[in-house]
């Protein structure tokens, strides 16, 4: 196979010119959407370097593709690739139903130990949204991706293993529990919390945003969101002091003006959180929330600028990085060149700015922009455009390398 690998040494990604990227196409809608998102980080690449930078593809197999070939859904050889070559690209994969499996995708990310979860939030001029000024919403979701309720730990009502915990958690621990209650246990830890806020703020800084805002319902769960709040504004004193200023601090000292060059950090309850991102979007910028939170906003935000198909993500751990679209598999539209591909599309955008091809990723989001503005679009964004023309996930992707 021609590529060459991605390495790290000292603590930094070596990018060569020719990167083997490994990718898995996806259930449902992956194979088109897949083949749409190579299409144009193909064509983007190769414009924008002019031929000197390539990336090799290299399929790995997950899904219902890895089950028919090996009776695996998700073979060791594809989780050894995504280690080995660094930076994946990765398609939707259909939760199996039973054989024991939660899902495919939390485990990839346990497996990795893919501890941030990112998701940008921005808006596209042209697609409809439900707010009067969606451009206002410019969000970067950063979300613990192992913790908390992803880390699993649950016992059904009825069972013999329920009844151990109850009878522990009511007679030793003198906890008052309903009678045949289901039990699920969060844990949230100091270096869980950690590494997630030191991404966000890292990429806060990279990127010159103005603020990090930790997310929690810690009035409630104190031991928990409540101490990953306190353990976020440790990590930025201990870290990023000189980067960073705390609204207390900016309050105290500095009249609530937050002195130039700082990044501010503040906090939010969740649930205000959701109403702040619907009010004043334009307040926040990165967002640093525990799992579930999480998983709530970025789906919550990503409708706020018209819907999952244009919303991008990636699973990022030290330096392993697999990115992939928001939505799932959408059996419905399988293999009928019709799912919007611009949100695996955008997820390869992530993916090139990971890589330092910056170049080329803004080259898409232009040419993406116009496209939409061209309203040649797939039929999700056409039918809520007047005078749309709709377009199938490959013409669709052929129209943006146009536009490139
Ligand atoms: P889904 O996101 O696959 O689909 C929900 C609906 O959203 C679809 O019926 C369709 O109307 C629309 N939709 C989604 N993606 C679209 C696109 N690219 N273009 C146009 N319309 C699109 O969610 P659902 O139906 O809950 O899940 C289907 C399967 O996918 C399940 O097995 C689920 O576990 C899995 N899943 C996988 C994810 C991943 O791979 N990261 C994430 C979410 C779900």
């Known amino acids: 196979m021609s590529g ?18 490994p990718y898995i196409e996806g259930d449902g809608i992956g194979a088109d959407i897949t083949l749409a998102a190579k299409i144009v980080l193909d064509e983007a690449v190769k414009k924008a370097y002019k031929g000197e930078k390539k990336i090799e593809w290299l ?17 060791e050889a ?5 280690r080995e070559y660094v930076v994946g690209l990765k398609g939707p994969l259909t939760t199996p139903i039973g054989g024991g499996i939660r899902s495919l995708n939390v485990t990839i990310r346990q497996k990795l130990d893919l501890y941030a979860c990112v998701r940008p939030v921005r808006y596209f001029k042209g697609v409809s949204s439900p707010l009067k000024e969606p451009e206002k919403t410019n969000l970067i979701i950063f979300r613990e991706n192992t913790e908390d309720v992803y880390a699993g730990i649950e016992w059904a009502s009825g069972t013999s293993e329920v009844k151990q915990v109850t009878d522990f958690l009511v007679n030793t621990m003198g906890a008052k529990i309903p009678k045949d209650s289901g039990i699920g246990i969060k844990p949230i830890s100091p270096a869980g919390s950690k590494n997630l806020v030191r991404k966000a703020i890292q990429h806060a800084i990279a990127q010159k945003k103005p603020s990090v805002t930790i997310v929690h319902k810690g009035n409630i769960m104190k031991f928990t969101e409540g101490a990953f709040k306190e353990w976020g504004y440790e990590l930025a004193r201990e870290e990023f002091s000189k980067e960073t200023i705390t609204e207390d601090e900016v309050n ?31 307040q926040y910028s990165v967002l640093a929330t525990p799992n579930l939170n999480g998983d709530y906003l970025s789906d919550a935000s990503a409708a706020q600028v018209g819907g999952l198909g244009l919303a991008p ?18 059996p419905k539209y399988a293999n009928k060149n019709m799912a919007n591909p611009g949100s ?15 170049e080329a990723a803004d080259s898409i989001v232009k040419a993406l922009e116009k496209t939409i503005g061209q309203k040649t679009v797939t039929y999700d964004l056409a039918r809520q455009m007047d005078g749309a023309v709709k377009l199938g996930t490959k013409e669709f992707a052929v129209a943006i390398t146009e536009n490139i």
């Open 4 to 21: 060459t690998k991605i390495t790290i040494t000292n603590n930094k990604l070596n990018i060569p010119n020719n990167p083997i990227i």
């Open 59 to 75: 399929e790995v197999l997950a899904g219902e593709k890895a089950y028919a070939q090996s009776g695996e859904w998700l073979p």
């Open 78 to 82: 594809t989780l050894n690739a995504l």
């Open 252 to 282: 105290t000292k500095y009249d609530g003006k937050v002195p130039a060059g700082k990044i501010l950090i503040n906090d939010r309850i969740a649930d205000s959180m959701f109403q702040q991102i619907l009010l004043r979007p334009e």
């Open 313 to 330: 993500g990636a699973n990022i751990g030290d330096y392993l990085a697999v990115f992939e679209a928001t939505h799932g598999s959408a």
């Open 344 to 358: 695996l599309i955008l997820s390869g955008v992530m993916m090139l700015e990971y890589l330092g091809w910056q």
